[in-house]
């Protein structure tokens, strides 16, 4: 490893650091992008059903059914929650987007909640579950900005969303607690802070979504609103606010249409707002019917956005057939040039 000597490697969960984002020439940046096929197999059979061979290819024949979530159950948290509905349900749902899958995945957190208690608190919890409009803006008060927030001083937030309620997402596992080293510290009195944040950035970008839908539905000019949010880092909140209200939508849609990629992105916001992938797949086949080159100078957001809609089309039959020359994406999608987002 000496070649690397001179190297400094930074793995973080949230925003690069100031002196990094200056070093623009020197800074390379890999993304990890969570479970691939090999890491998948092995926790269905660790974790799931063992070595039923037959249970493992019906999970796996679940999520191959369910095209739209396979971006999605790149997510390890997201992930082992299909894993674990599809081997646990007879009949498993097909999901027509990820809103209608992450509603689902609340609801269950939910239900599992009210199972604890079989007494009059179901009430309570389907009421607090209901009413989040504070957590929304927190939510999206730490995502519209230059370097993200993903964490809170916990005073400050339970003060914010009433105790009640910060006890209930505590509980369920929305919101997690974790003590960090308080700035006040010294070498000789280290001191800690009680911090919380969103369990997965996914529910921080949920939360965020349906604060967004009341911000846009109210803005008569929402590109100033939306500049500090970027669709290559947050594109689950902009395809959640497509799913939560068809009239922000639009407005979302004809946002992102404005943007480089962002044609190919709006695709699959339309896909939120219908839920029906025929809605689609005239503009999905227009893109298969010619040769699809991902190219290293694409935007990030249209690299990423072709990758899942060809992987919708090839599990909807609407792939048309290639040269032997093409190369195979990993995920099952075709393209002349491949570069992975």
């Given at each position: ?9 930074s ?15 020197k ?40 095209s ?8 390890p948290?997201?992930?082992v ?11 498993f749902?097909k ?5 209608q899958?992450f ?29 989040h ?5 927190i ?8 370097n993200?927030q ?27 607690e974790e ?13 800690f802070?009680t ?10 970008e949920?939360?965020?979504?349906h ?26 909140l ?28 709006a ?20 893109l ?18 072709t ?11 609407c ?13 099952g ?9």
């Open positions: 490893m000496e070649l690397f000597a001179a190297f400094d490697v793995l973080t969960t949230r925003y690069l650091p100031e002196c990094l984002r200056k070093r623009k020439n800074t390379k940046r890999a993304k990890l992008t969570g479970f691939d096929d090999k890491a998948r197999d092995e926790y269905i059979r660790k974790a799931v059903v063992g070595n039923n061979d037959e249970a493992v290819e019906k999970i796996k024949q679940r999520l191959y059914e369910n739209i979530l396979a971006d999605l159950c790149q997510v948290l997201v992930f929650m299909f894993a674990h509905m599809a081997h646990d349900q007879r009949v749902m999901f027509k987007s990820v809103t899958f509603k689902h995945i609340l609801r269950c957190f939910y239900d599992h909640l009210k199972q604890k208690f079989k007494d009059n608190r179901s009430n309570v919890i389907y009421l607090q579950a209901m009413e409009h504070e957590l929304d803006k939510a999206f008060e730490g995502l519209n900005k230059i993200q993903l964490s809170w001083i916990k005073t400050e937030f339970r003060q914010r969303v009433g105790t009640k309620s910060y006890d209930q997402y505590i509980l369920i596992g929305i919101l997690v003590d960090v080293v308080s700035d006040d510290s010294t070498v000789d009195n280290v001191l802070t911090e919380v944040r969103f369990y997965h950035k996914l529910f921080c949920w939360y965020a979504a604060h967004l839908v009341t911000l846009v539905k109210n803005a008569y000019d929402i590109n100033k609103m939306l500049r500090f949010l970027d669709p290559v880092d947050l594109q689950y902009f395809r959640f606010a497509c799913g939560l209200d068809p009239d922000a939508g639009k407005k979302l849609i004809n946002h992102l249409k404005r943007l480089p990629g962002g044609d190919t992105f695709i699959l916001c339309i896909l939120e707002q219908t839920g029906d992938v025929n809605e689609i797949m005239d503009s999905v086949k227009e298969c019917s010619r040769d699809v080159k991902i190219k290293r100078g694409d935007s990030a957001l249209l690299q990423r956005s990758t899942q809609l060809l992987e919708i089309a090839s599990n909807n039959d792939v048309r057939e290639h040269t032997k020359n093409n190369c195979r994406f990993p995920t999608v075709f393209a002349q040039q491949t570069h992975r987002a």
